[in-house]
């Protein structure tokens, strides 16, 4: 199964690690790597090397981060780039890792890049719009 490691700023990794385990119970083959202030890009550097080492070596990685272009992002990605089958997702919110760590039961880390990306920006939205949707999926019939 594809591994995923989540990391992000302050308590993000957790928090959402916790959240993900109320909604769908333990995770095989996912660590969550916090990236507190009191933190180093050299502490971070080790814990994501450890955690990679740690998930099933036959597998794709995949790096779920916070923020693009801050540490947690900027680490993961030079882990990736070292190690084929590695992708590198940023922006992560709870619906993209709910359903993706739901999805990825045989998905390539390319694969899962692609369907990330596609769930991430779906999952981006708004009253307003998605009661314009159900309006438009639930038109009001006319006539006599």
């Not at 990236?35 to 814990?47: I, M, R, V």
């Not at 993209?96 to 369907?115: K, N």
Request: hydrophobic fraction near 40%; charge should be negative.
């Amino acid at each position: 199964m594809l591994g995923i490691i989540l990391t992000g700023h302050g308590g993000f990794a957790s928090g959402m690690e916790k959240a993900m385990k109320q909604i769908l119970g333990e995770q095989s083959q996912f660590i969550a790597i916090d990236f507190p202030e009191t933190s180093s890009t050299a502490l971070l550097t080790a814990q994501l090397e450890q955690a990679v080492s740690e998930l099933d070596a036959k597998e794709d990685i995949v790096f779920l981060t916070d923020l693009l272009g801050g540490t947690p992002f900027r680490v993961a990605s030079t882990l990736a780039m070292q190690k084929p089958g590695s992708e590198v997702i940023t922006g992560t919110n709870l619906q993209l890792l709910l359903e993706m760590a739901l999805e990825r039961e045989g998905l390539s880390s390319e694969a899962f890049r692609l369907q990330a990306l596609e769930c991430g920006h779906r999952g981006l939205t708004s009253l307003v719009d998605e009661l314009g949707r159900c309006h438009e999926e639930n038109p009001v019939e006319e006539g006599i």
